[in-house]
């Protein structure tokens, strides 16, 4: 509703109520009927504006498409591949070699204490003519002790029961006490 009385000095009650008060009929007309040519220019800004920010987001788009596409691992996603299978390949080679190496080296190491052990071990020396000697165990109600390797003599008093192990077999013997000298 419109109040246009046209009477500045007087102040109607009506103008209290109404959504919109005009001086003047004229006014009234201009406020409600709203001028064709300054909303036509709004609505072209309107559509100007809304169609340069569609572009302006459209060639952001574009630019940020041409930016991945001018990545090398999108330009050619082969090459990263090829890349690491060569850095695969030159690991598998080095692994390998590192191996080959590791296990020469042991080899080498295994053969040096078997000939330190074919030196040094209980059969090279019983091949030099020694032996060894246990008391053989005595088997009784209890049960029996294990053989001991006799150190002392004082460990195999006469009629123990011994065994002598030489190069190539064993032998069983009693010993007789101990004698004097060597």
């Known amino acids: 509703m419109v109040s246009a009385v046209g009477h500045e000095p007087d102040n109607p009650l009506c103008d209290?109520?109404?959504?919109?008060r005009a001086a003047t009929p004229t006014d009234a007309?201009?406020?409600?009927?709203?001028?064709t040519a300054a909303e036509q220019r709004l609505i072209d800004d309107?559509?100007?504006?809304?169609?340069?920010?569609?572009r302006n987001w459209v060639s952001r788009e574009q630019r940020?498409?041409?930016?991945?596409r001018s990545r090398p691992?999108?330009?050619?996603p082969m090459t990263m591949v090829s890349v690491r299978a060569e850095e695969v390949h030159r690991?598998?080679?080095?692994?390998?070699?590192?191996?080959?190496?590791?296990?020469a080296a042991e080899t080498e190491?295994?053969?040096?204490?078997?000939?330190?052990?074919?030196?040094?071990?209980?059969?090279?020396?019983?091949?030099?003519?020694?032996?060894i000697v246990q008391t053989v165990a005595q088997t009784g109600p209890e049960g029996g002790s294990e053989p001991q390797v006799l150190r002392s003599v004082h460990d195999a008093p006469e009629g123990t029961k011994l065994r002598v192990r030489v190069a190539d077999g064993a032998l069983a013997a009693?010993?007789?006490g101990q004698t004097n000298g060597l």
């Open 46 to 54: 309107l559509r100007r504006r809304s169609a340069q920010a569609l």
């Open 29 to 35: 007309a201009k406020k409600v009927v709203p001028d």
């Open 64 to 68: 940020a498409v041409a930016q991945l």
């Open 73 to 76: 691992v999108l330009a050619d």
């Open 16 to 20: 209290l109520v109404v959504d919109l």
């Open 174 to 176: 009693v010993s007789e």
């Open 91 to 103: 690991a598998r080679s080095t692994l390998r070699r590192n191996l080959t190496l590791m296990v």
């Open 109 to 131: 190491r295994i053969g040096h204490l078997a000939a330190r052990l074919a030196t040094l071990g209980p059969a090279a020396t019983l091949a030099r003519g020694y032996a």
